[in-house]
């Protein structure tokens, strides 16, 4: 039986729409289902995130700020992921039989025109994270000028895609949509390399101890940069390298992108909150199985900085920088044979009490 055509009478423009649907339609439903894949990666470590136990724990300094921080961006996330819901069901649902209509969603529908707007504003605010962080381990303004204007000229070229998108002037949505990629892969280049070198510039002259921290914090930069880095260099590769029928496909990375920056916010949050939780823990097990009680900490000979919060403020040069920093740790083995009468002890009874 042959296969029927369609009756339908299509204009010429929405003809091409419906002949190139893999690039009109499924580069929307890709980007979509990629999104929510993710949303779940952003929630799970948003839970792990109000789980720790230095999260419940009073925190001074900017760490104060931090849920609010989180709470922000888990619902840009979410947010994100509703708009890339609400494209795919207008496209392919109400307008399922009216592509005279769906052809001009991309550049009418105010939630379409601005996907790369949302991701420009994710961006910006994880971004913004990062360079105050870098600033603090720095207080290095020469650094911090170009960061702060690329950052910014990469949000104003944003904001002028999503105006040209809205006029209708394609060559300039491609020409500010080509400085919104470039900036943002720049600010991001500029923070890690700049936080890095800020850490190894404090290995000189320092204890084992600080440099094994100096060396994990240096890890946590290039492991929560490194994936949206990437991403934001492949997508502007696209952008340029596409035609303008398979230029959409840009989008997949797009949506990608809001997400990654999230996802490296919170894992170097989480990060950091490990990192406490393990110094709040006070008891260990030696390795030959007997019990034991670990006694002490750090017993600093001058104050620590006020700020607690580690990948902020506790790595910044001291005004004395003689001082030192003495751990002291007291292992108390108890043999079984003495366990009972330890016990005993700590419960309040003494040996004459048996007698009586």
């Not at 009109?24 to 948003?46: E, K």
Request: hydrophobic share 50%; with cysteine; net charge positive.
């Amino acid at each position: 039986m042959a296969a029927s055509s369609s009756v339908i009478t299509l204009t010429p423009s929405a003809k091409a729409f419906v002949d190139n649907r893999i690039t009109s339609l499924g580069s929307w439903v890709i980007a979509g289902f990629i999104d929510a894949i993710m949303l779940g990666i952003v929630l799970a470590q948003t839970i792990t995130f109000f789980r720790s136990q230095s999260q419940k724990a009073a925190v001074q300094g900017l760490g104060r700020y931090y849920r609010w921080l989180v709470l922000f961006v888990a619902f840009l996330s979410i947010l994100k992921t509703a708009q890339s819901i609400a494209i795919v069901f207008v496209q392919n649902v109400l307008d399922y039989a009216n592509p005279d209509v769906a052809q001009f969603l991309v550049a009418k529908a105010w939630w379409q025109v601005s996907t790369t707007t949302l991701t420009a504003i994710t961006a910006i605010v994880v971004q913004s994270f990062f360079t105050l962080r870098f600033f603090l381990l720095s207080r290095n303004y020469l650094l911090l000028v170009p960061i702060l204007a690329a950052m910014l000229l990469g949000f104003a070229g944003a904001c002028l895609t999503l105006n040209s998108i809205i006029v209708g002037n394609v060559p300039k949505k491609i020409m500010w949509l080509l400085v919104h990629l470039i900036c943002t892969f720049m600010t991001d280049f500029f923070i890690t390399c700049g936080t890095c070198w800020a850490l190894n510039s404090r290995k000189s002259g320092g204890l084992a101890s600080t440099m094994s921290l100096i060396g994990r914090l240096m890890r946590l930069v290039f492991e929560s940069a490194l994936p949206p880095t990437i991403v934001a260099a492949i997508d502007l590769i696209l952008t340029q390298t596409l035609g303008p029928q398979h230029l959409l496909w840009h989008l997949v990375l797009n949506f990608m992108l809001a997400k990654l920056y999230v996802i490296s916010l919170l894992f170097t949050l989480n990060s950091i909150n490990e990192y406490r939780d393990s110094a709040i823990s006070g008891e260990r097990v030696t390795s030959s199985g007997s019990r034991g009680q670990l006694s002490g900490g750090f017993r600093p000979v001058a104050t620590l900085p006020k700020r607690g919060d580690l990948e902020m403020g506790a790595m910044q040069r001291s005004q004395k920088p003689d001082q030192i920093y003495v751990s002291t740790q007291v292992i108390t083995q108890v043999s079984p044979e003495d366990r009972d009468a330890e016990e005993l002890k700590v419960s309040g009874w003494q040996s004459e009490d048996w007698n009586r």
